[in-house]
């Protein structure tokens, strides 16, 4: 179906749109700062670990080294050797040991250098973690989280550029959180830490550097983020864009190339997996009747899969105007070399071109 828009409405909307959008950056520059990913979940482990001193971390190079990312920098210096601990190279040991720790009374944060390696420590994280407090009949809570690194990053090749969210999300008892601003870092990973079952937190190693606006409530010791609440990153009215982790600033480029053409996309940060606020994504095409989802994981049984099944199983299957398009990463383990790298996950022009085709648009 053709998008049309009269020149004069579409006139209207544009300037009505850069007058909105300069009035928010007006006061955005006033009253944010600006924090990179790395410091706001630094910030969030520290506030944490002063506020309740059964939390504990652990993984590989976490005290002494400041972290493989310097997530937990200074930290060690801070709480000593009994908090944050370095561990030998064994996930499966490790992460066995956070599990045990939780079912006695602590509430370990246990880090994978990359959640690649979690792959090492599974049966950990499903078998122990996920599924005790059902098989103890409610009787033991296993308040952990398993945080690092999730998906691709930069010339590491095929074992260590992996998303694992649609892998965990699949398994009750886990809760799943894909993060994308340092914001969603700051209040996701404390309410990760609270959280009285586990909880898989999937960090970006690319965000990792990337600044973006803090308003003084996320600034604030108590600022926490609700598991399971998706956010409307931009509004917009002709197709609706659903997005995690780094996937949404993928969505936010190609939003923005499109509004040039006078197609105002909305694109949803999901924020978690599992639970899932599909509820947020019904609105949202009800209001749009196009959807679009984007991922860095691979096609088949990933997040987008699962958004397209619950549309089709609810009655905001009856708002589509077109069928769903998903923009995901290719269905081939991810090339070493940058060239290809590059072809292997989704760019902003490849959701233009998704868009367009949704909306019927050449």
């Known amino acids: 179906m053709m998008v049309v828009i009269s020149p004069s409405k579409m006139l209207l909307k544009k300037a009505a749109k850069l007058l909105s959008n300069r009035a928010f950056s007006s006061s955005q520059a006033l009253n944010a700062k600006q924090m990179t990913v790395r410091d706001a979940l630094n910030s969030a482990l520290d506030e944490e670990m002063a506020k309740d001193d059964r939390v504990v971390l652990l993984g590989e190079e976490v005290a002494l080294y400041d972290g493989a990312y310097k997530v937990s920098r200074g930290l060690w210096k801070k709480y000593g050797d009994k908090r944050v601990i370095d561990t030998p190279i064994t996930e499966m040991g490790f992460a066995g040991i956070a599990v045990g720790a939780a079912m006695a009374g602590l509430r370990p944060i246990c880090e994978f250098m990359t959640f690649n390696f979690s792959m090492q ?170 959807l679009v989802t984007i991922e860095g994981g691979w096609p088949q049984c990933g997040i987008g899969s699962e958004i397209c099944a619950r549309i089709m199983e609810s009655e905001t299957f009856y708002h589509l105007d077109s069928p769903v398009i998903r923009v995901t990463g290719a269905d081939v383990p991810t090339p070493y070399t940058k060239s290809l790298e590059g072809l292997a996950f989704p760019q902003p022009a490849d959701v233009v071109t998704a868009v367009k085709k949704v909306l019927g648009v050449k």
């Open 121 to 290: 420590a599974i049966d950990q994280v499903i078998n122990s973690a996920a599924k005790t407090f059902y098989m103890s009949a409610g009787m033991i809570n296993v308040p952990i989280v398993f945080r690092g690194p999730n998906g691709a990053a930069a010339g590491v090749a095929a074992q260590h550029s992996q998303c694992f969210g649609a892998w965990y999300s699949h398994c009750p008892g886990l809760k799943v959180i894909s993060p994308y601003n340092s914001e969603d870092c700051k209040g996701l990973l404390k309410a990760a830490i609270r959280d009285p079952d586990p909880v898989v937190f999937l960090e970006n190693e690319l965000l990792y550097g990337s600044s973006y606006p803090m308003s003084d409530e996320a600034l604030s010791n108590e600022f926490v983020l609700e598991i399971g609440k998706a956010k409307v990153e931009r509004a917009g009215d002709h197709i609706t864009i659903v997005a995690h982790s780094k996937a949404v600033e993928t969505g936010l480029d190609a939003a923005k190339l499109l509004a040039g053409e006078g197609i105002e996309c909305e694109v949803i940060n999901l924020r978690s997996l599992r639970p899932l606020d599909v509820n947020s994504v019904c609105k949202s095409v009800a209001k749009t009747n196009h």
